[in-house]
């Protein structure tokens, strides 16, 4: 039973930055590569960022320079550090299995970016 469970979301202001964990539960973590998806309302779901089992990285256009993803095999933990955020990055956050993702999804967490 895979449980993910995405935190750190909340409300910023454009150009503030924010720290998004999701950590795992039941997946053997690190023979898996990682990604953080997002989506926002009436969009479809879209990955952001990417971390293979080498820790290569990989990211969409829209987000690479300001979004970093890592891992923590030890802590079963992904990591999503965004800087410089701007309000068409407020969607909802989640984390799977990357580049196949899961059928099970998460709740997500959920990112405002505002003035």
């Known amino acids: 039973q895979v449980q993910l469970v995405e935190s750190g979301g909340g409300l910023v202001r454009p150009g503030g930055s924010l720290r998004l964990s999701c950590v795992v539960s039941g997946s053997i973590f690190s023979i898996y590569g990682w990604g953080w998806y997002r989506q926002a309302p009436g969009k479809q779901r879209e990955s952001v960022a990417h971390i293979s089992t080498g820790d290569t990285t990989t990211y969409a256009g829209s987000v690479k320079g300001r979004f970093t993803i890592s891992r923590d095999n030890a802590k079963r933990t992904v990591f999503l550090q965004m800087s410089d955020l701007k309000p068409e990055d407020t969607a909802v956050y989640y984390c799977?299995?990357?580049?196949?993702?899961?059928?099970?999804w998460g709740q997500g967490t959920q990112v405002t970016v505002s003035s």
């Open positions: 799977n299995h990357s580049p196949i993702p899961m059928g099970y």
